[in-house]
């Protein structure tokens, strides 16, 4: 495991470091594999439930809650209280939105049908919000340690704005298969 990590660390392409490559190829795999079990219709799903449970905890009033001492947030909440609140409302709105006017608003009944590349390209742009999201959360102590193409991709105003418009005009965008047949 030392040798992995001496490589990662020694290991350069240009600006980026063996660490920035690695956490790219798993950023890659995780899209595949995760587009391929979930499926369309439940990727919107976590989509729309990502965008709802951003919009809540960006919008608590932390300084309201700082009040309360038994929850031991003197100086605001952690980056982890932040993150593990996030994914808990997106795994709530999960199961809640399926069995809401939602579905029917957004035609989402079953897994949906979409080609692979559909599914990729989903996958991509939705594990790209939630990267952002998770990233944005972090202490600036944290973010410093991240590597430039990392800071690049997900950190910064530019960032954040890329990465909330791009699902949505992705799903916007894309079209079910029987729709694409009959044109």
């Avoid at 300084?63 to 593990?84: E, H, Q, R, V, Y």
């Avoid at 989402?108 to 559909?118: C, H, I, N, P």
């Avoid at 919000?129 to 410093?144: D, Q, R, T, W």
């Amino acid at each position: 495991m030392l040798a992995v990590r001496d490589f990662l660390t020694n290991f350069h392409i240009g600006a980026a470091s063996g660490w920035d490559i690695f956490i790219v190829l798993i950023f890659l795999i995780a899209v595949m594999v995760y587009g391929l079990f979930v499926g369309r219709n439940r990727m919107v799903i976590i989509s729309i439930s990502s965008y709802f449970s951003f919009l809540i905890v960006q919008n608590i009033p932390w300084w309201k809650l700082n009040s309360f001492g038994w929850l031991g947030m003197k100086n605001g909440p952690s980056a982890s209280l932040k993150i593990i609140l996030f994914l808990s409302i997106i795994v709530l709105f999960y199961f809640l939105i399926p069995r809401s006017i939602l579905t029917s608003v957004f035609r989402l009944k079953k897994r949906g049908t979409a080609s692979w590349w559909q599914l990729f390209l989903l996958s991509i742009v939705q594990v790209g919000l939630l990267a952002m999201v998770i990233l944005s959360f972090l202490p600036n102590e944290a973010i410093l340690n991240l590597g430039s193409i990392i800071k690049r991709l997900f950190i910064g105003p530019e960032a954040q704005f890329v990465w909330i418009t791009l699902p949505i005009l992705t799903m916007i965008l894309m079209r079910n298969k029987r729709n694409k047949n009959k044109d």
